[in-house]
């Protein structure tokens, strides 16, 4: 029960903790973008003046930026919630 408890109580942290991740997230893949292509905008897959290479190194390199950070952040408040109250939420 007390399990079932906390995993409520943390839900609510891990919405708001994910949020924050994902605009980390689509910020660092901007400017990652940026530096490689010199482009402002990722190519969109229904884009046809975009080759194929192009949208899938792009999407792969979001797909990686979108993991480490979910990843971090996932970790990362788990962390504060044992340090807050002594055990690892979930």
Known sequence: MKKRKQK????????????????VASTAFKKAWKA??????????GDEDRKLGEILLAAAIQGVIFSVVRAAVDRGGAVAVRKITGTWPG
């Open 8 to 23: 409520l109580v943390y839900r609510p942290v891990g919405f708001a903790l994910g949020t924050l991740g994902g605009l």
């Open 36 to 45: 490689i292509s010199d482009e402002d905008d990722a190519p969109d897959p």
